[in-house]
């Protein structure tokens, strides 16, 4: 079945380094979404990308989807306290459901 | 417009006893799923639920089942539970490809 994988596993930045975080799935994706989980809370959705090679920006986060829609990337710039947390990428299930299947997620730990 | 809501949101359990879990979703929302969160394992999904009937089924064993009903509320429940249920359990509701979580229900089995 579909797997998304997400590297790395855990991020240690000082606050104002850049971080990425990169999503491959083993087969082409419809779309691709991006959610936020901070410590101790639930799921946040950021962000969805559907078409190929798209990049969408919100304030400091950069998201793109491939030219095959098999990848995807998170960028932070100047990475801030209030950044920290997991962010999981997620692939619908394969069969055309809406039920996003996760990657293991990657933990951002800011240092001040 | 009132989040997702699930409870209770901490349970202590002994092996080999059931659990039951609640999710109340957003209003408007019929679809409702559901996701073990581990350490070790991230997210994993259990089963969506759309009207009344489940849509899709994750690897999970039969111990684990659900319900939804006429509301579009879900239920969960663990039977036999082992020491390797323990977990976060999410619920997401949806009205379209967004999922909204609720807080969680942590399952301790001791």
């Known amino acids: 079945g579909q797997q998304v994988m997400q590297i790395p596993q855990y991020q240690h930045v000082q606050e104002g380094e850049d971080f990425t975080t990169y999503c491959n799935s083993s087969?082409?994706?419809?779309?691709i979404q991006w959610y936020k989980q901070r410590p101790g809370g639930h799921p946040v959705f950021l962000i969805q990308l559907v078409k190929s090679g798209e990049v969408k920006k919100q304030k400091r986060l950069t998201f793109q989807f491939g030219e095959a829609k098999k990848n995807s990337s998170l960028h932070i710039t100047a990475t801030q306290t209030t950044d920290v947390g997991t962010y999981f990428c997620a692939g619908p299930k394969t069969g055309g459901s809406y039920i996003p299947t996760f990657g293991r997620g990657t933990s951002l730990i800011v240092h001040p | 417009k009132a989040g997702v809501t699930q409870t209770p949101r901490y349970l202590i359990k002994t092996r080999g006893q059931q659990v039951t879990l609640s999710c109340s979703p957003i209003?408007?929302?019929?679809?409702v799923s559901w996701y073990q969160q581990t350490p070790g394992q991230g997210l994993q999904f259990l089963f969506e639920y759309f009207s009344e009937t489940q849509r899709n089924k994750g690897n999970f064993p039969g111990r684990f089942s659900g319900r939804q009903f006429s509301n579009s509320r879900s239920e969960m429940n663990v039977s036999t539970l082992e020491l390797g249920d323990s977990a976060l359990y999410l619920c997401?509701?949806?009205?379209?490809?967004?999922?909204?979580f609720g807080q969680g229900t942590r399952l301790t089995v001791v």
């Open positions: 997401a509701s949806r009205g379209g490809p967004e999922a909204f």
């Open positions: 087969t082409t994706l419809s779309n």
């Open positions: 209003s408007g929302h019929r679809s």
